[in-house]
């Protein structure tokens, strides 16, 4: 039986390295492909919502899109270097939620690149490679480069030096099994684990959200809105408030998160701790 969350500790800040860690991690990600992406050359007023972004081996940001299939690139269509706005956005793991999780801002210069040659040579990666596979050379390939990179979630904005671009070239480690447990869970279950963070039974952070107009959207009392391979972030919803919840996961005996063990190992730590509380 959970909790219902209630106290004014339960919006403790929590571990200021785990956060930086985690805020870090999802600008990793968001910057690696994750999430839409929305360029604005602002200086033309015009804005390109057809691309797909990535970051290359070579650790470089790069866009790519196919004018002339469903649009022209207008402004965007010049030799010239383009002072450009890229606006990355991720929504909830869980669609039905409709939740944004996070954004990524940044103010750079777009090139574009000149032959296929050039393009090879950036060693791409990910849904850019994949458009260059399936398309061929009509796809227009662009590098970004950028002093710094905003990320906008729950907890405010956090600023990162452009040397997170070559970070996210970095492989993570896959959170598929880990989603797929964490989306499988019962909202009964999820709501406990958020109840345990927010009642201080298990370390973590909250934040408090706004609860969407909808009452369709919040009739489950907890909901996964992300993944990552150090951290589960979930909705909380009791009576009229609504928290965001961030859950460290617990690190398994070996150097190597291993996705749904991890999570299997939190709701056991979860129950260890409340059968050593009904014991005290």
């Known amino acids: 039986m959970h909790s219902m969350p209630h106290t004014a500790l339960a919006l403790a800040p929590g571990d200021p390295v785990l956060r930086s860690a985690h805020a870090r991690s999802l600008t990793r990600r968001m910057l690696a492909g994750e999430g839409s992406v929305e360029l604005t050359a602002y ?12 970051v290359s081996r070579s650790g470089q940001l790069v866009v790519a899109d196919v004018p002339n299939l469903f649009h022209s690139l207008g402004a965007f269509h010049t030799p010239e270097d383009i002072e450009v706005r890229m606006d990355v956005l991720r929504d909830s793991a869980d669609h039905a939620l409709g939740l944004r999780l996070a954004s990524v801002h940044l103010l750079g210069t777009l090139r574009w690149c000149r032959d296929t040659q050039e393009v090879a040579a950036l060693g791409l ?18 590098v970004i480069t950028t002093d710094r990179v905003l990320l906008h979630d729950c907890a405010g904005v956090t600023a990162h030096e452009a040397d997170i671009v070559a970070e996210a070239a970095i492989p993570a480690p896959s959170t598929d099994a880990l989603a797929e447990a964490v989306l499988a869970a019962p909202a009964e279950v999820l709501a406990g684990v958020a109840d345990a963070v927010l009642d201080g039974v298990l370390p973590g952070w909250a934040e408090d959200l706004g609860v969407p107009d909808s009452a369709d959207l919040t009739v489950d009392p907890a909901h996964c809105v992300d993944v990552d391979h150090g951290c589960v972030t979930l909705a909380r919803f009791a009576g009229e408030r609504g928290w965001i919840v961030q859950v460290p996961l617990p690190a398994p005996a070996g150097a190597v998160r291993d996705g749904a063990g991890a999570w299997d190992r939190l709701l056991e730590e979860l129950a260890a701790r409340r059968v050593a509380a009904l014991e005290a």
């Open 43 to 54: 200086r033309a007023g015009e804005t390109l919502s057809s691309a797909v972004h990535g």
């Open 125 to 142: 990666t990910g849904r850019v490679a994949g458009l260059v596979q399936d398309v061929g050379p009509r796809v227009r390939v662009g």
